[in-house]
């Protein structure tokens, strides 16, 4: 069974930045493909950005594209979404995600595994 734990969420002012992170449990994760997504109150899921196993190919949602950067450190099974440039539409729990398959992909479907969320609060 894999479990991923993000952490890094927060509180924060518009224009702010915050890193997340989530380490999975996994013997299989250097050939896994991760995910972020985000979900506000009332919203669907919606995703966010992904990157491949070896981390040469990443793919984002264009309402974080240049502010948003996904990275994995396969040493330490660990990925993380930097976030720069915060908005308070950028409120949301996010989530952490992880699919049996090398290559990115963008709906939620496509992933077998979820982590339990880290809330990010962006205030105006």
């Known amino acids: 069974q894999v479990q991923l734990v993000e952490s890094g969420g927060g509180l924060v002012q518009a224009g702010g930045s915050l890193r997340l992170s989530c380490v999975a449990s996994t013997r299989t994760f250097s050939s896994d493909a991760m995910g972020w997504f985000r979900q506000a109150p009332g919203k669907e899921r919606e995703f966010v950005a992904s990157?491949?196993?070896?981390?040469?190919?990443?793919y984002y949602a264009d309402s974080v594209k240049r502010r948003f950067t996904i990275s994995r450190d396969n040493a330490k099974n660990t990925v993380y979404l930097q976030m720069n440039s915060l908005k308070p539409e950028d409120t949301a729990v996010y989530y952490c995600?992880?699919?049996?398959?090398?290559?990115?992909?963008?709906?939620?479907?496509?992933?077998?595994?979820w982590g339990q969320g880290t809330q990010v609060t962006v205030s105006s």
């Open positions: 995600a992880a699919r049996k398959a090398a290559v990115v992909a963008r709906t939620p479907s496509e992933y077998e595994y």
């Open positions: 990157i491949s196993w070896t981390g040469s190919s990443t």
